[in-house]
């Protein structure tokens, strides 16, 4: 999108730090989440998932559960449409939600639905499951990424894989990514020392502490209504409406608060389910997953085994890099096998660079986005190999960054030449930092690595509409799951030059705007703030029109000053500045209501770049790692409000810490998850964290009117490597397989001590 | 199966509701007297996001039977204002930015005026201990930690 160039300096509202608009309901309890509506004559329902990792569904028997009091609807597949096509890769997108929300003939993994009950209480719909009766073949199974492409693996699904897997391969796996350039054999043989070597990292859940939940209704006049907690209602709306046949426009989705999301609440697991039964008993029907549900069927990331090898000269010049990526998805396509690739060697400016992702599928939950989805296992492997070069050649681990670093111009590592980009200035900060050179004791050590992510743009609306007082309400369309509604009301102060106070800003429902996409891919203060300040300038030019009618001159002698029209020059005439609320106060007479509006898919999302730093101590008896410190430096472009940026990075780091040490998805032989709560999943616990430092750089992206990046994702990217490198230089082991769980700590020492 | 009437009082006021024996007491003030502001994060006990006083102690409500609350004193993120005005530590949650997405917020709310109200003068690590049962995914822990410092050395001036 051709813009002008960014306004970087003299902002006025943008880069304060006012309260959030949410702030006062989130702090009383009266804000509204996905499980806080309640309809009247509402149902309450509950599904019932396989206990088998790979069965076929041989028959189900719901009369009982039917006969049951209380009991007003049970859906099974045969409830869901029958009109979606089955097609390979992510073609068959819908067919593969639509499967994954309802199991057809077989069930893929431990939890996946069979069926759903609707009753007049949340008991009643419990119980009336275990009267459901499922016949099961239960079949062989596979749940290890290896293990799965592996000939003779179980199958789960012929016809998945699509036209880009190269022939000869196990049909598990779905989708093949190769990409890069240069020679990389050659550029092996001109380094100095080259290092080869495997990594694994095991499924992470987002861990969103609000678990799926919505409320339906749903006519057989085919109109409904759906509140639900998601990143995209939009997404809900044309999903659900092809899962049952709806006309889109027909089915309203309206989004509840959101209680985290990470990328887990960017597709739909529940709500077909909530409105196939609402339609069923024709009556509303609250549909609220429990934490055990939400790690069986939602979320998880891929599991991952790489394969990375680096090739170094002795003064740290990197001559080729190469990576082999295999993602396990679960039992549908869709793992980021492509984005594993890509970002891997992103941060590097390479002459030779060849990388390959695999798309593996297995019985698991289908995977769904987490936060840079596939780029932090990337880092991990890329980056703990890069910290072993340096080791060995004796290197600053930072400078050897620097020397190799992407920078504006250069050509990327997945083919495109960046832009400006902040990567240099992100490890100059970082080498700049007290922290850097802080003494460290015996036994503790420091890691470093960076981090990429591409950031998103995507189709987006949004509309702002002036009131008679002067105050402005803009309605856009993604789920506010970071502080959007803060940022979005600051950057629509800036443009119509009144103060935040006076602007609110609400996530509309689908009935009220243009399709927006789903907030992911760090898009919402890029896109929907780009939407907004374009639709603020809408406004601002509709109201300099008015003014010129006033005034008798030309509109183009007219511009917008600091929240007042005002002759655009000595030529355009002598006339006292008007106020925005002047011209709003009798708008319905001067040409009607003032909306300003912006419909369009931005597509100068620019790149992000992070460099983290960390101290970590090992203790070598228990094998427990403590974070003693850490600092977050990262490239937002522009920081709107700079109290919710530094709150994503945090964020990023704290979710890192737990899937570098602590998360895992643990399954047993027979194919189960063993760990299907936040007992046994232990994300982190404010008692396991130390402060998080953050550093704020501003490389300005061309393609935002400010210079904004997003910053959601890209704080995730660096943590796994950050601190494998500090366990490592802590305890004199590296760890090439995440967790690094105590045990695995442990083991690692005890394998060094005997050799 | 029979219901079992029970007479308590939430936030002050007195309240009666029937239960199912297994219902628990955030399924009652969530579902029975419309108080959505304890939420249902787990089920388990771990995560916290359900926190409510009763009779004064600290609990997980959805660890309490609603039966249990017969006769005792309920307190809950909707009872901490006072009228128009917020407790210090939600207008500090709100200025520091200690909330993202919100969902955790009420019970870490209620489980740190808990603390307050026991220990005035709490040092950082035993902030961090004390809400080692309150799990936050957005925030990493830095700026509610800071808010509640903060909230506890105005509240201890102000004493």
């Given at each position: 999108?051709?813009?002008?160039?960014?306004?970087?300096?003299?902002?006025?509202?943008?880069?304060?730090?006012?309260?959030?608009?949410?702030?006062?309901?989130?702090?009383?309890?009266?804000?509204?989440?996905?499980?806080?509506?309640?309809?009247?004559?509402?149902?309450?329902?509950?599904?019932?998932?396989?206990?088998?990792?790979?069965?076929?569904?041989?028959?189900?028997?719901?009369?009982?559960?039917?006969?049951?009091?209380?009991?007003?609807?049970?859906?099974?597949?045969?409830?869901?449409?029958?009109?979606?096509?089955?097609?390979?890769?992510?073609?068959?997108?819908?067919?593969?939600?639509?499967?994954?929300?309802?199991?057809?003939?077989?069930?893929?993994?431990?939890?996946?639905?069979?069926?759903?009950?609707?009753?007049?209480?949340?008991?009643?719909?419990?119980?009336?499951?275990?009267?459901?009766?499922?016949?099961?073949?239960?079949?062989?199974?596979?749940?290890?990424?290896?293990?799965?492409?592996?000939?003779?693996?179980?199958?789960?699904?012929?016809?998945?894989?699509?036209?880009?897997?190269?022939?000869?391969?196990?049909?598990?796996?779905?989708?093949?990514?190769?990409?890069?350039?240069?020679?990389?054999?050659?550029?092996?043989?001109?380094?100095?020392l080259v290092i080869e070597d495997s990594f694994?990292?095991?499924?992470?859940?987002?861990?969103?502490?609000?678990?799926?939940?919505?409320?339906?209704?749903?006519?057989?006049?085919?109109?409904?209504?759906?509140?639900?907690?998601?990143?995209?209602?939009?997404?809900?709306?044309?999903?659900?409406?092809?899962?049952?046949?709806?006309?889109?426009?027909?089915?309203?989705?309206?989004?509840?608060?959101?209680?985290?999301?990470?990328?887990?609440?960017?597709?739909?697991?529940?709500?077909?389910?909530?409105?196939?039964?609402?339609?069923?008993?024709?009556?509303?029907?609250?549909?609220?997953?429990?934490?055990?549900?939400?790690?069986?069927?939602?979320?998880?990331?891929?599991?991952?085994?790489?394969?990375?090898?680096?090739?170094?000269?002795?003064?740290?010049?990197?001559?080729?890099?190469?990576?082999?990526?295999?993602?396990?998805?679960?039992?549908?396509?869709?793992?980021?096998?492509?984005?594993?690739?890509?970002?891997?060697?992103?941060?590097?400016?390479?002459?030779?660079?060849l990388q390959v992702g695999y798309d593996v599928?297995?019985?698991?939950?289908?995977?769904?986005?987490?936060?840079?989805?596939?780029?932090?296992?990337?880092?991990?492997?890329?980056?703990?190999?890069?910290?072993?070069?340096?080791?060995?050649?004796?290197?600053?681990?930072?400078?050897?960054?620097?020397?190799?670093?992407?920078?504006?111009?250069?050509?990327?590592?997945?083919?495109?030449?960046?832009?400006?980009?902040?990567?240099?200035?992100?490890?100059?900060?970082?080498?700049?930092?007290?922290?850097?050179?802080?003494?460290?004791?015996?036994?503790?050590?420091?890691?470093?690595?960076?981090?990429?992510?591409?950031?998103?743009?995507?189709?987006?609306?949004?509309?702002?509409?002036?009131?008679?007082?002067?105050?402005?309400?803009?309605?856009?369309?993604?789920?506010?799951?970071?502080?959007?509604?803060?940022?979005?009301?600051?950057?629509?102060?800036?443009?119509?030059?009144?103060?935040?106070?006076?602007?609110?800003?609400?996530?509309?429902?689908?009935?009220?705007?243009?399709?927006?996409?789903?907030?992911?891919?760090?898009?919402?203060?890029?896109?929907?703030?780009?939407?907004?300040?374009?639709?603020?300038?809408?406004?601002?030019?509709?109201?300099?029109?008015?003014?010129?009618?006033?005034?008798?001159?030309?509109?183009?002698?007219?511009?917008?000053?600091?929240?007042?029209?005002?002759?655009?020059?000595?030529?355009?005439?002598?006339?006292?500045?008007?106020?925005?609320?002047?011209?709003?106060?009798?708008?319905?007479?001067?040409?009607?209501?003032?909306?300003?509006?912006?419909?369009?898919?931005?597509?100068?999302?620019?790149?992000?770049?992070?460099?983290?730093?960390?101290?970590?101590?090992?203790?070598?008896?228990?094998?427990?790692?403590?974070?003693?410190?850490?600092?977050?430096?990262?490239?937002?472009?522009?920081?709107?409000?700079?109290?919710?940026?530094?709150?994503?990075?945090?964020?990023?780091?704290?979710?890192?810490?737990?899937?570098?040490?602590?998360?895992?998805?643990?399954?047993?032989?027979?194919?189960?998850?063993?760990?299907?709560?936040?007992?046994?999943?232990?994300?982190?616990?404010?008692?396991?964290?130390?402060?998080?430092?953050?550093?704020?750089?501003?490389?300005?992206?061309?393609?935002?009117?400010?210079?904004?990046?997003?910053?959601?994702?890209?704080?995730?990217?660096?943590?796994?490597?950050?601190?494998?490198?500090?366990?490592?230089?802590?305890?004199?082991?590296?760890?090439?397989?995440?967790?690094?769980?105590?045990?695995?700590?442990?083991?690692?020492?005890?394998?060094?001590?005997?050799? | 199966?029979?219901?079992?009437?029970?007479?308590?009082?939430?936030?002050?006021?007195?309240?009666?509701?029937?239960?199912?024996?297994?219902?628990?007491?955030?399924?009652?003030?969530?579902?029975?007297?419309?108080?959505?502001?304890?939420?249902?994060?787990?089920?388990?006990?771990?995560?916290?996001?359900?926190?409510?006083?009763?009779?004064?102690?600290?609990?997980?409500?959805?660890?309490?039977?609603?039966?249990?609350?017969?006769?005792?004193?309920?307190?809950?993120?909707?009872?901490?204002?006072?009228?128009?005005?917020?407790?210090?530590?939600?207008?500090?949650?709100?200025?520091?930015?200690?909330?993202?997405?919100?969902?955790?917020?009420?019970?870490?709310?209620?489980?740190?005026?808990?603390?307050?109200?026991?220990?005035?003068?709490?040092?950082?690590?035993?902030?961090?201990?004390?809400?080692a049962g309150n799990l936050c995914r957005c925030?990493?822990?830095?700026?509610?930690?800071?808010?509640?410092?903060?909230?506890?050395?105005?509240?201890?001036?102000?004493?």
């Amino acid at each position: 999108m051709a813009l002008d160039e960014p306004k970087t300096t003299d902002f006025k509202y943008v880069g304060t730090r006012p309260d959030r608009p949410d702030g006062f309901d989130k702090v009383t309890g009266r804000a509204k989440f996905g499980a806080d509506m309640s309809a009247p004559g509402m149902l309450h329902a509950a599904i019932l998932r396989s206990p088998h990792a790979h069965a076929r569904i041989l028959s189900i028997d719901t009369s009982e559960a039917e006969a049951m009091k209380g009991v007003k609807a049970v859906v099974t597949r045969a409830d869901f449409s029958k009109n979606v096509p089955f097609e390979s890769g992510l073609s068959g997108e819908f067919w593969n939600i639509l499967e994954n929300v309802m199991a057809g003939e077989k069930a893929l993994y431990d939890g996946h639905a069979v069926a759903a009950v609707a009753a007049t209480s949340a008991l009643d719909a419990r119980d009336a499951l275990k009267l459901i009766k499922v016949d099961y073949e239960v079949l062989p199974h596979v749940t290890d990424v290896d293990a799965a492409m592996a000939s003779g693996a179980p199958v789960l699904r012929k016809g998945a894989a699509d036209s880009s897997v190269p022939e000869g391969l196990h049909p598990n796996v779905v989708r093949y990514h190769e990409s890069g350039h240069g020679d990389v054999e050659a550029g092996f043989t001109a380094a100095d020392l080259v290092i080869e070597d495997s990594f694994v990292t095991e499924a992470t859940h987002q861990g969103y502490i609000e678990p799926h939940a919505c409320l339906a209704t749903l006519g057989s006049d085919g109109k409904g209504e759906l509140w639900c907690t998601t990143q995209g209602h939009w997404h809900a709306q044309k999903v659900c409406a092809a899962l049952l046949d709806l006309e889109t426009s027909q089915l309203r989705v309206t989004a509840s608060e959101i209680g985290g999301g990470f990328g887990g609440k960017t597709t739909v697991f529940i709500e077909p389910v909530a409105l196939a039964l609402a339609r069923k008993a024709n009556r509303s029907v609250k549909l609220v997953m429990n934490r055990s549900e939400v790690f069986r069927a939602t979320g998880p990331t891929s599991s991952t085994s790489m394969d990375i090898k680096i090739g170094m000269t002795k003064d740290g010049k990197i001559t080729a890099a190469k990576g082999v990526f295999c993602l396990q998805g679960g039992a549908f396509p869709g793992a980021p096998c492509d984005e594993s690739a890509m970002c891997a060697f992103a941060p590097y400016n390479l002459e030779n660079v060849l990388q390959v992702g695999y798309d593996v599928m297995s019985n698991r939950p289908k995977q769904a986005a987490y936060r840079a989805p596939g780029s932090p296992m990337a880092a991990f492997a890329v980056e703990s190999v890069i910290d072993e070069l340096c080791k060995k050649l004796n290197l600053d681990p930072i400078d050897i960054r620097l020397k190799n670093a992407a920078h504006t111009g250069s050509k990327s590592s997945f083919g495109p030449r960046f832009d400006a980009i902040g990567l240099v200035e992100t490890l100059e900060a970082a080498k700049a930092h007290p922290h850097y050179s802080a003494p460290l004791k015996p036994g503790q050590g420091r890691g470093i690595s960076c981090g990429f992510w591409f950031n998103h743009g995507g189709e987006t609306a949004v509309s702002l509409a002036l009131s008679e007082d002067g105050t402005a309400q803009i309605s856009v369309g993604t789920p506010d799951i970071g502080g959007s509604r803060a940022s979005m009301a600051l950057m629509a102060a800036e443009e119509l030059g009144i103060p935040y106070d006076h602007i609110r800003c609400t996530i509309a429902d689908t009935a009220t705007l243009g399709y927006n996409e789903i907030s992911h891919g760090s898009r919402v203060t890029y896109a929907s703030g780009l939407a907004t300040i374009k639709a603020a300038r809408d406004a601002v030019e509709k109201l300099c029109k008015r003014a010129a009618a006033k005034w008798g001159i030309p509109e183009e002698a007219v511009k917008w000053q600091d929240g007042f029209a005002v002759p655009s020059g000595p030529n355009a005439g002598d006339f006292d500045p008007i106020p925005l609320k002047d011209l709003t106060a009798d708008m319905g007479a001067t040409g009607g209501p003032i909306v300003g509006h912006f419909e369009a898919s931005p597509e100068g999302a620019g790149v992000s770049f992070a460099t983290h730093l960390v101290d970590a101590e090992v203790d070598p008896e228990t094998g427990k790692t403590e974070i003693l410190r850490y600092t977050v430096v990262q490239d937002a472009g522009k920081a709107i409000h700079p109290t919710y940026v530094e709150g994503q990075y945090q964020g990023g780091a704290a979710q890192g810490i737990g899937w570098a040490l602590n998360e895992e998805y643990i399954y047993g032989d027979d194919g189960r998850l063993q760990n299907a709560g936040f007992l046994d999943y232990r994300i982190p616990l404010a008692s396991d964290l130390p402060m998080i430092d953050t550093v704020i750089i501003e490389v300005p992206n061309p393609g935002h009117p400010y210079g904004v990046r997003g910053v959601g994702e890209t704080s995730i990217c660096p943590p796994l490597a950050a601190i494998a490198n500090a366990v490592s230089a802590a305890s004199g082991v590296r760890l090439r397989q995440l967790p690094m769980s105590p045990p695995r700590i442990v083991a690692a020492l005890k394998n060094q001590s005997n050799g | 199966m029979s219901k079992i009437h029970v007479s308590t009082t939430v936030n002050g006021d007195e309240v009666e509701f029937l239960c199912d024996p297994r219902e628990t007491l955030l399924d009652c003030l969530r579902d029975k007297l419309n108080l959505t502001g304890a939420k249902e994060g787990c089920g388990t006990g771990d995560c916290g996001a359900c926190s409510v006083t009763l009779d004064d102690r600290l609990v997980c409500s959805c660890l309490v039977l609603g039966a249990e609350a017969e006769g005792k004193t309920v307190s809950t993120v909707e009872g901490m204002a006072e009228g128009e005005s917020l407790h210090p530590l939600q207008q500090k949650f709100i200025e520091y930015a200690a909330l993202q997405c919100g969902i955790c917020t009420p019970g870490i709310l209620v489980a740190t005026k808990a603390l307050l109200d026991k220990n005035p003068d709490p040092t950082e690590s035993e902030v961090r201990y004390w809400l080692a049962g309150n799990l936050c995914r957005c925030t990493g822990y830095d700026k509610i930690i800071r808010a509640i410092m903060d909230t506890a050395a105005d509240l201890r001036e102000a004493s």
